[in-house]
């Protein structure tokens, strides 16, 4: 089973995946735990989503480790396909919760009452690729999957 875990496809696809879902998460994760690019930090973040949101605190932990702590093992292709599965249902409780009654698109114009969850629909997508090929090329799980076949 551990094995399955840390297999991936060899190819290229995945590893373009994985580094710049990393990439592309790892800001708004990084708002959330340290306060860069803008955001509350740590104990701000996880003040919003209980009292916001109602979520309880186990939950708003793993939702902050999940786009900080993820982020950085996609792009290093350490677990990934814990971590994009932890991304993944990140995107659709944001959805969920805050952006589905926005409607589908994002905010270009600043009209809208918040940002539409079409960029969450390419995240999840992104994610379950992931979950079905692997970290790719280039990924610290290549590196274990070959170890554990000897």
Do not use: C
Not at 46 to 53: A, I, P, Q, V
Not at 76 to 84: H, L, V
Not at 107 to 131: C, D, P, Q, R, S
Not at 135 to 149: F, H, M, N, T
Request: charge should be positive.
């Amino acid at each position: 089973m551990l094995g399955k875990l840390f297999a991936t496809d060899k190819g290229l696809s995945a590893t373009v995946l994985r580094v710049l879902l990393g990439v592309v998460i790892f800001p708004h994760g990084a708002q959330k735990l340290l306060g860069w690019f803008g955001g509350g930090g740590f104990n701000a973040s996880m003040r919003w989503f209980e009292s916001s949101f109602h979520i309880p605190t186990i939950f708003a932990l793993l939702a902050i480790l999940a786009e900080s702590v993820g982020a950085v093992a996609l792009v290093a292709g350490f677990f990934t396909r814990i971590a994009a599965l932890a991304i993944s249902v990140n995107m659709i409780v944001a959805v969920a919760l805050v952006h589905w009654k926005v409607g589908f698109f994002m905010n270009w114009n600043g009209t809208a009452k918040g940002e539409g969850f079409e960029y969450h629909i390419l995240a999840v997508a992104i994610g379950l690729a992931l979950l079905i090929k692997g970290g790719g090329k280039w990924s610290v799980d290549g590196v274990i999957a070959k170890r554990l076949k000897r």
